[in-house]
T-cell receptor, first 115, second 114 residues
Framework: SQQGEEDPQALSIQEGENATMNCSYK?????LQWYRQNSGRGLVHLIL?????REKHSGRLRVTLDTSKKSSSLLITASRAADTASYFC???????????????FGTGTRLTIIP | DGGITQSPKYLFRKEGQNVTLSCEQN?????MYWYRQDPGQGLRLIYY???????QKGDIAEGYSVSREKKESFPLTVTSAQKNPTAFYLC?????????????FGQGTRLTVV
């Protein structure tokens, strides 16, 4: 089952504009992560935000987390053509019996930056 | 360089065949994962392993098998019982338990049934 759901599914913006993607999840989490995937490639980790954090920055990336609404947003400022990729949120889904945890990904937002 | 390597990059399987996808990491990570990605879709967890000689089923384990005999290696076998195996397969590893740390991904294996 998918823990996270990204919104929108696809987003096209002009180079230089800001891009905002949202992620909603269903159960309590320890952390939320954002990943990027270029077409046909593996995923690359962008940023991790812990459940007790509300905002985190990394370069042109800004991530917010609202645990009361079970949602997160990823903002990419001053977008570049090279930012064209799919972006996924990922959360932990705690197993009930053994304490193991697995990383569960959302369905992704396909971002296209128009030069 | 440290990293996680998947091979082969492309794999073709005939109906009724078992095939094994390789995943090797030299990051000294305890946890390893296999995901399946269908076109335009997110990642779905097949199997994961938190420690050597132990692994857990993910959300779509039917028709797949894994082993974790060595810390560095987590091969995935796609068996003939998997009726729709054509997909992009991604292996990942992390330093500890699941989402406490970032996961590192391989470049994927694209499996096609011919």
């Amino acid at each position: 089952s998918q823990q996270g759901e990204e919104d929108p599914q696809a987003l096209s913006i002009q180079e230089g504009e800001n891009a905002t993607m949202n992620c909603s999840y269903k159960t309590s989490i320890n952390n939320l992560q954002w990943y990027r995937q270029n077409s046909g490639r593996g995923l690359v980790h962008l940023i991790l935000i812990r459940s007790n954090e509300r905002e985190k920055h990394s370069g042109r990336l800004r991530v917010t987390l609202d645990t009361s609404k079970k949602s997160s947003s990823l903002l990419i400022t001053a977008s570049r053509a090279a930012d064209t990729a799919s972006y996924f949120c990922a959360t932990d889904a705690r197993q009930s019996n053994f304490g193991n945890e697995k990383l569960t990904f959302g369905t992704g937002t396909r971002l296209t930056i128009i030069p | 360089d440290g990293g996680i390597t998947q091979s082969p990059k492309y794999l073709f399987r005939k109906e009724g065949q078992n095939v094994t996808l390789s995943c090797e990491q030299n990051l000294n990570h305890d946890a390893m994962y296999w995901y399946r990605q269908d076109p335009g879709q997110g990642l779905r967890l097949i199997y994961y392993s938190q420690i050597v000689n132990d692994f857990q089923k993910g959300d779509i384990a039917e028709g797949y098998s894994v082993s974790r005999e060595k810390k560095e290696s987590f091969p995935l076998t796609v068996t003939s019982a998997q009726k729709n195996p054509t997909a992009f397969y991604l292996c990942a590893s992390s330093i500890g338990r699941a989402a406490l740390r970032e996961a590192f991904f391989g470049q994927g294996t694209r499996l096609t049934v011919v």
